[in-house]
């Protein structure tokens, strides 16, 4: 079975892992986890003026590689056969299509339960998930963080 676990690297990543764990080992899943990196609005124009320098950018893209690299070590250290992956685009597009691309069976997302006001004004990930995927989907509740 290949399953692909999509983190936000935020603390609640921890309950996404954890599900990770215990689904690979009871069915010796290939993990695949996937972090998505949402890109940078492109703004040209002669007002512009860059809020985050390409620097401070390209070490937060490298702490995030080194951030999802210790989660796929954590997970060998315990016996589960874990990938990284990082793609940068649209949350729920990306997590979709790449679990198309590594032929994936189950989807692992985490919820963070921000309510039904934030849900409907700013939609959410894992509903996004929900909606559009064709494959099973295990969403983990991530409560009080």
């Known amino acids: 079975m290949k399953l692909l ?3 936000d690297l935020s603390r609640a990543s921890s309950y996404v892992i954890e599900a990770v764990h215990r689904v690979a080992m009871a069915t010796d ?8 990196i949402i890109p940078l609005p492109s703004i040209a124009g002669p007002e512009f003026n860059p809020v985050t320098e390409p ?3 390209s070490e937060r893209y490298l702490d995030e590689q080194e951030q ?3 989660m796929v070590k954590q997970l060998v250290d315990i016996g589960v056969n874990a990938t990284a992956l990082i793609v940068q685009g649209d949350p729920v597009k990306t997590i979709l299509s790449e679990a198309r691309r590594v032929d994936a069976e189950l989807i692992v997302a985490g919820s963070h339960g921000h309510g039904l006001l934030f849900d409907a004004l700013l939609g959410s990930v894992s509903a ?4 559009r995927s064709t494959l099973p989907v295990l969403i983990v509740p991530v409560r009080g963080l």
């Open 68 to 70: 999802l690299a210790g």
């Open 29 to 36: 899943a290939e993990v695949y986890l996937l972090h998505v």
């Open 5 to 7: 676990a999509a983190v």
């Open 55 to 57: 620097r401070e950018v």
């Open 128 to 131: 996004g998930i929900l909606r």
